[in-house]
């Protein structure tokens, strides 16, 4: 026998949806398939007609558990139209990679920037009740008293690359107790796929040190670090020429789009995208070479080649990977294609 771990994106709206998983255990040989839930626990049906279809789409091994225990990725349906669930985001990046992302070959880095919380709502890298010293230490920090957690950091990428994850990389961020990661470069659909088993892994893990890996975009009033999930981007087109780059570019500017994106980019761009910290204030566009202050980057390098890719700096950490890969297919391939 065998376990596969079932996920899916809850309907939590405060502060932000989440996962929630179930364990089946099946006979060895016997597939993972159709399975449901109870909806009017997790803010996605009314009481009195609650069931939630659940249908596999992403497999992958479970590292924690291994042997051959998977962990399964889930659609959510409504039982008797098998409309999907306003939750169930994949399916809009399904059709954004069917109408431009795999014809075009976009690729997408996400970097997932957390924070570490206490149960209590304080950050776990900072003295108990108390403020650290002011950030500039701690970001890719080395040693004790600039760094928190990394033990659990080091257990989450291991067990995302023993899931066979797209992971690339890890850092220590702005401050104390805060970290990212990054899953890429990944077609329209996986990166999703890929970002929320990772998001699964690092909750899963977070239990065993009694922390929360946060992902609200401010989880700190003040002159603290927000919490971004940088999007990077690139078509076939724009990772071998120029033009493609400023037409990309140009399209995320496009009339309405700015608007259109954000909204789809998670919750707290209030507090995040102030325009104080490393990014432009939500309600203005720009782009720009190396320019940390713009909604969207052109790194050094690309801008050197004339060629590669492009940084969205704008989504929140707990914005949803399937509607901001979805988002920027749309709108990058619509003007490429
Ligand atoms: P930063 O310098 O902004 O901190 P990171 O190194 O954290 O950037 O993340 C960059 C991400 O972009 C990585 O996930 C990387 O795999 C991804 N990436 C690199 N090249 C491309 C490309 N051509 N298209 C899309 N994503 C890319
Ligand atoms: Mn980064
Ligand atoms: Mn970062
Ligand atoms: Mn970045």
Redesign the pocket.
Known sequence: MYRAEYIWIDGTEDPYPGLRSKTKVLEDGKEPGIWGYDGSSTNQAPGENSDVVLKPQFVCPDPIRGGNDILVMCDTYVPETMEPLPTNTRVAAVKAAEAYGDAQDM?????QEYTLMTEQGWPAGFPDGAFPGPQGPYYCGVGTGRVAFRDLVEEHTTACMQAGL?I??T?AEVMPGQW?F????AGTVEVGDHLWIARYLLDLLSEKYGVIASIAAKPMKGDWNGAGM?T???TKA??EGWDPMIAAAEAMGAPGKPEEHLAGYGLGKEDRLTGAHETAHWSEFRYGTSD?GASI?I?WQ?AVDKM??L?D?RPMANADPYTVAALITNTVGAALA
Request: hydrophobic share 20%.
């Open positions: 690729w997408f880095g996400l970097e797209k690339s990389g850092n990212e990054q899953i890429g470069p940088h990077n981007f690139s724009m990772r940390r980057r790194p690309c590669g890719y940084e700096r």
